[in-house]
């Protein structure tokens, strides 16, 4: 959950940097790290902005919709984060 949270730190500081390159790398792990956790969709969405910033630099368009995903990601961290501290 730490690693987690500083990728997603780290992704949200290289939107805000539009540093199209350093967030690829991001979503990147992102995507592995839902994906070894069998959060599909999660993982599917992290992939789809991996692939697409792989060919495109952010833009008007892309970087609201990314932004939107990590704030989504956030939600879903502090949940797990919740229910971890239940146990």
């Given at each position: 959950v730490d690693t987690l949270l500083v990728d997603l730190d780290n992704a949200q500081m290289a939107l805000d940097k539009?540093?199209?390159?350093?967030?690829?790398?991001?979503?990147?792990?992102?995507?592995g790290s839902f994906a070894s956790v069998r959060a599909g969709a999660l993982s599917a969405a992290c992939?789809?902005?991996?692939?697409?910033?792989s060919t495109?630099?952010?833009?008007?368009?892309?970087?609201?919709?990314?932004q939107s995903l990590?704030?989504?990601?956030?939600?879903?961290?502090?949940?797990?984060?919740?229910a971890l501290s239940e146990e």
């Open positions: 539009k540093d199209t390159s350093c967030l690829v790398s991001l979503l990147h792990r992102l995507n992939s789809e902005w991996e692939v697409t910033l495109e630099a952010l833009n008007v368009t892309s970087a609201p919709a990314v990590l704030e989504r990601l956030y939600s879903v961290l502090l949940a797990l984060r919740g």
